[in-house]
């Protein structure tokens, strides 16, 4: 017997998801298919999160406890690694003056005191070879840029909730917009538990492999991998789900539109996408910026958004932001995601790391 598994056009998923189409989709998923009703094997049926400088002549890249040293506050910011591996995920370290300081004595404060948080910087443009690690967050959307921009980063839209590439997501806000822009953050453990306790068929989808689009960057097109991976329990760690979702692989987004080559999703990825995003959005924490503001999240275990925000010509929102790994307190990579990662991370060189002053519109399409 032959079993057909319904698939949809590109165009029936939207880069902002709409909830009428994702409670339509349930519905008529519900009517016409029979929906698995266990956990795939492995799987727990719910997670318990208890169980859980002075290198001024030297190039920025060489930033770290020891070129700038901060002895009162380095247990504290240890402590703030901490939180986020084996808390709540994410921390928020507030009051720095940064009309007191030029742009670049305020990069190097804010790679200096993160430091300490997380030793290792990560590369934020992989789809070349590149140093960057530091990137400007704020609207771009010039006439001129328009046509450049493949993620709303760069934008003053929405940010549909997401992960990123790197272990710790950090940004330092510089000033605010004039209107919105509101940090919004949901745990995945808390979509997990939700979806393995009402809807196990949408947990076995996410497990398995789906066609991520790498716009150009791999011969395929594109690259096969799980957008949620189980890790077991060791000795040393408790057990673990990553959700690794990001959003505009599957449907494209602005001047990155979806590659035609690549295989359709189902109405059931389709659908699974949908719920993570509603999900996150009930589970939202929402926190305001305030310029100085400095936000730590576990991009393992915390999606990530961004209301849309309005600028004014006296005030602009224009956030700076860092990858980061702390070797002592890292979660294991799940395998599929290793080679990504490991992009970012590995063989980067002190003294070749760039930390740019200005915000500039980077190409996102190729990335694997």
Avoid at 94 to 117: L, Q
Avoid at 191 to 197: K, Q, R, T
Wanted: proline content about 7%; some cysteine; overall charge neutral.
């Amino acid at each position: 017997m032959t079993v057909t598994v319904p698939q949809i056009q590109p165009t029936d998923l939207d880069y902002t998801p709409i909830r009428q189409k994702w409670l339509d989709r349930t519905e008529r998923r519900f009517r016409t298919e029979k929906l698995s009703t266990e956990l795939p094997e492995g799987f727990p049926p719910k997670l318990d999160s208890g169980d859980k400088a002075s290198c001024l002549n030297k190039p920025l890249g060489h930033i770290d406890p020891d070129t700038f040293p901060l002895p009162n506050l380095h247990d504290t910011l240890r402590g703030v690694s901490n939180e986020v591996h084996n808390g709540h995920g994410f921390k928020v370290v507030r009051g720095i003056p940064v009309d007191e300081y030029s742009r670049e004595d305020n990069i190097i404060i804010y790679a200096g005191i993160s430091s300490h948080v997380a030793l290792n910087r990560g590369r934020q443009i992989i789809s070349r070879p590149s140093e960057m690690v530091l990137t400007h967050v704020k609207d771009l959307m010039s006439p001129s840029e328009k046509s450049k921009i493949g993620v709303a980063t760069y934008t003053s839209d929405q940010l549909i909730f997401h992960t990123d590439v790197g272990d710790i997501i950090s940004l330092l806000c510089l000033s605010t917009a004039a209107e919105g822009g509101c940090s919004q953050l949901a745990s995945s453990w808390h979509i997990y538990n939700e979806l393995a306790a009402t809807r196990p068929d949408l947990i076995k989808t996410m497990a398995e492999d789906w066609p991520h689009d790498t716009f150009g960057g791999t011969p395929e097109g594109y690259v096969m991998r799980p957008i949620l991976h189980h890790q077991p329990a060791t000795d040393s760690t408790p057990e673990r789900v990553v959700i690794h979702c990001i959003r505009r692989e599957f449907s494209g987004a602005l001047a990155t539109p979806r590659s035609k080559t690549i295989p359709l999703l189902t109405e059931a990825q389709a659908e699974a996408l949908d719920a993570i995003h509603f999900l996150a959005e009930k589970y939202q924490l929402r926190l305001n910026f305030q310029k100085g503001d400095i936000q730590y999240v576990n991009n393992f275990s915390i999606l990530h958004s961004r209301e849309s925000f309005k600028d004014t010509p006296d005030q602009k929102r224009h956030l700076i932001r860092l990858w980061l790994r702390d070797p002592q307190h890292a979660w294991d990579i799940p395998g599929p995601l290793k080679r990504r990662i490991g992009r970012v991370y590995n063989n980067l060189n002190k003294d070749t790391q760039e930390f740019p002053l200005e915000a500039k519109v980077e190409s996102c399409k190729p990335r694997s």
